[in-house]
């Protein structure tokens, strides 16, 4: 069975840090380009960042570039979104979404997580 488990998420004051993970199972991460995406209330999904099965493409969402990192682990069958200088509008609930093709359109995913809420607050 495949499956996507997040986690990671939390509380946190703005300027700082969380650490998301993402650890799959039921298949390789070899084989698949992982998505991160956030949902906040009221809004709609939107892309954070995409990583290609061997870990040598990356691409960010404008409001995150130069302040998430996007990264694997394909040893641990693991995926990591490394998330500094946090601000409220990063408010979410994260979404990691696996698919075999090189894309990072939503809708192309086949696999998704069930989310991790993400909080940055004051």
């Known amino acids: 069975q495949l499956q996507l488990v997040e986690s990671g998420g939390g509380l946190v004051q703005p300027g700082g840090s969380l650490r998301l993970s993402c650890a799959a199972s039921?298949?390789?991460?070899?084989?698949?380009?992982i998505g991160w995406f956030r949902q906040a209330p009221g809004k709609e999904r939107e892309g954070v960042s995409c990583i290609s099965s061997s870990g040598g493409n990356t691409n960010y969402a404008d409001s995150v570039k130069g302040r998430f990192t996007v990264s694997g682990d394909n040893a641990k069958n693991t995926v990591y979104l490394q998330m500094n200088s946090l601000k409220p509008d990063d408010t979410a609930v994260y979404y990691c979404a696996a698919t075999p093709l090189r894309t990072c359109l939503a809708a192309r995913y086949d696999y998704w997580g069930q989310g991790t809420q993400g909080t940055v607050s004051s």
């Open positions: 039921g298949f390789s991460l070899d084989y698949y380009t």
